[in-house]
């Protein structure tokens, strides 16, 4: 059990994610509070998300003075609810992406705050997560010309228990769609290879759920030296999908994140698979993230995916809408 001391936490939202949230804050520190506060007003019970009491807004839920605050509101909420508790010096954990759009990062600018802020791109917490970087840093497989991020579920299947086209995912108002939604690809694309230069995406929606977002994203991302990596995201997939893969002038890397193996395809067909752990708990990632974070916050480590970070990825996500709307290439470093 983790010793380390949080008297009170507060969790912002109260959609699955924050459920999630709460649930894990109250095993790793049962000697704690947690609260919860609705983004939209909605009043809540306490029982419903879990949490050890509800507040009726933010600002009383400040005036409790949490020791941090995790933000699982829809997207669309997030930098207005983040930098209300940033400026009470509350540090802020975001669920990812950072906000809606790349105009709301312009008009909100949470860096001019002193209180720590980290981006829950949880992805960056699993231990294949990991080796793969590293096996990338130490050029296992040589100089990478070429990678393929997919990733691909039917949004139906995602919560079965409840009607799709009535969640966040689905609903353009807060933040949904396939590019905003799956945007972790994004996030460890820039972690594993740094920024890119150019983007061309094209956005679709096929009309086969039902829902007012696109729920399909082929997009090309490059570097100026060369590098070119194929994204494909989407919500159509009936059998879910999500793998990398690095092409290299000494073979290929592989990761199944399904499976959660990584295998190095050798020349003459040799296959060795360097990482598999088919039983791991994919909560832990989860937890792991929130524990490295609240070190974070009392000082004890960093917390690599940050606000800068996560505005790369907001950057990526916006060339993409713009390649697509104009049928072109879009300069990555050149919007404004």
Known sequence: MNTCPVKLALVVGSGSIAKRHIRNLREQFPDSNVICVSSSGRVLDKNEVGASAVAPDLATA???QPDFAIVASPAPYHLRNADELLAANVP??????????FAEMKQVDLSRHTAGVGIAYNLRFMPAANMVKTLLDDKVVGAISTAFAEVGQYLPDWRPHSDYRAGVSARKELGGGALLELSHELDYLNWF???FSRALGVIRCTGQLDIDVEDNVDALLEQTQG???HVHLDFNQRQPCRRFKAVGDQGTLVWDLMANEISLLRPGGRVEQVYADPSYDRNQMYTDQMNTFVKFTQGETMFESSLDSAS????????IRVSSEHSAWCDVEGLS
């Open 193 to 195: 290879f740094g920024p």
């Open 227 to 229: 590098l070119m990596v």
């Open 312 to 319: 790369g990825v907001m950057r990526l996500i916006e060339s």
């Open 92 to 101: 802020v954990l975001i669920e990812k992406p950072l906000c809606a759009s």
């Open 62 to 64: 400040i005036s409790w």
